[in-house]
Nanobody, 115 residues
Framework: QVQLVESGGGLVQAGGSLRLSCAAS????????MGWYRQAPGNQRESVAH???????NYAEFVKGRFTISRDNAKNTVYLHMNSLKPEDTAVYYC?????????WGQGTQVTVSS
């Protein structure tokens, strides 16, 4: 049973920073791609950042230069470091892992950026 548990969300002022964490269990974590999506009220879920098992990263244009995804395979954890946050970054952030073509999702963590 694959389980993902996110943490680190909260309320921050514009220009501030947060670090999201996603702890995985139930799988051989290090070989699988992982990443983050987000969903704001009334919007579709959108991809934010992705990291392969080998550490190759990809980012949505709207977070490039501000967000960094990383992983610590020893801790079975993927991180999303978010800097220079903007009010439009307000959303529920979900982490995922892809195993044999199937996505597994965490429960989400709320990020709220005040202006």
């Amino acid at each position: 049973q694959v389980q993902l548990v996110e943490s680190g969300g909260g309320l921050v002022q514009a220009g501030g920073s947060l670090r999201l964490s996603c702890a995985a269990s139930g799988s051989t974590f290090s070989i699988h791609p992982m990443g983050w999506y987000r969903q704001a009220p009334g919007n579709q879920r959108e991809s934010v950042a992705h990291i392969s098992g080998g550490g190759t990263t990809n980012y949505a244009e709207f977070v490039k230069g501000r967000f960094t995804i990383s992983r610590d395979n020893a801790k079975n954890t993927v991180y999303l470091h978010m800097n220079s946050l903007k009010p439009e970054d307000t959303a529920v952030y979900y982490c995922y892992i892809i195993i044999a073509g199937r996505y597994y999702w965490g429960q989400g963590t709320q990020v709220t950026v005040s202006s």
